[in-house]
């Protein structure tokens, strides 16, 4: 059974950090594009960050300079650096991974993890 599982989430400052992980289990990432998204109330869901499994990066504008995506393929596991952090960076932030093979598409998310940024 397939299980993406984020943690990290947390109530932050306006200029804080954190860092985001997605552990994956039931499939190996370094075969997948990971991506972070996020839903801000009242919000659509929004891409954040992904990375290719060739290693190409994509940021959104909004989190670009601030935010680092990067892959623990020992761990199996996807983190997103954040920095210099926003309150309207405020969201639920998913992970998500996804494979087409042969003209099949396989995309998994995981539940979410809340951060708030608040002083």
């Known amino acids: 059974q397939v299980q993406l599982v984020e943690s990290g989430g947390a109530l932050v400052q306006p200029g804080g950090s954190l860092r985001l992980s997605c552990a994956a289990s039931g499939l190996s990432l370094n075969y997948y594009g990971i991506g972070w998204f996020r839903q801000a109330p009242g919000k659509e869901r929004e891409g954040v960050s992904c990375?290719?499994?060739?290693?190409?990066?994509y940021y959104a504008d909004s989190v670009k300079g601030r935010f680092t995506i990067s892959r623990g393929n020992a761990k199996n596991t996807v983190y997103l650096r954040m920095n210099s952090l926003k309150p309207e960076d405020t969201a639920v932030y998913y992970c998500?991974?996804?494979?087409?093979?042969?003209?099949?598409?396989?995309?998994?998310w995981g539940q979410g993890t809340q951060v708030t940024v608040s002083s």
């Open positions: 990375s290719s499994s060739d290693g190409t990066v």
């Open positions: 998500h991974a996804s494979l087409i093979r042969d003209r099949a598409l396989y995309d998994y």
